[in-house]
Nanobody, 124 residues
Framework: QVQLVESGGGLVQAGGSLRLACAAS????????MGWLRQAPGKEREFVAT????????DYVDSVKGRFTISRDNAKNSVYLQMNSLKPEDTAVYYC?????????????????WGQGSQVTVSS
């Protein structure tokens, strides 16, 4: 049984920073691509960032490029999302997700396992 547990969300002022963490268990973490996705109130879930199994390949939605950084530590079975220069429009529930395969992906349907979500609220 795969489990993904997010932590690190919270309330921050615009311009501030937060770091999300996701701890994975249940299958060999280093074999799979990982992603962060988010869902704002009244909006569809959207892709934010992804990282390949090795960590060599990353990709981001245009709206967070230059502000967010995804990383992983395969020895700790964990993936992270460092969020800097946060904006009110970044307010959402952020989900950690594990892909079907080893590659990174910006497609929501490529993710098979999901965490419970972590609320990030950015005040103006």
């Amino acid at each position: 049984q795969v489990q993904l547990v997010e932590s690190g969300g919270g309330l921050v002022q615009a311009g501030g920073s937060l770091r999300l963490a996701c701890a994975a268990s249940g299958r060999t973490f280093s074999n799979y691509g990982m992603g962060w996705l988010r869902q704002a109130p009244g909006k569809e879930r959207e892709f934010v960032a992804t990282i390949s199994y090795s960590g060599r390949i990353t990709d981001y939605v245009d709206s967070v490029k230059g502000r967010f950084t995804i990383s992983r530590d395969n020895a700790k079975n964990s993936v992270y999302l460092q969020m800097n220069s946060l904006k009110p429009e970044d307010t959402a529930v952020y989900y950690c997700a594990q892909a079907y395969g080893a590659t990174s992906s910006n497609k929501i349907n490529d993710y098979i396992y999901w965490g419970q979500g972590s609320q990030v609220t950015v005040s103006s």
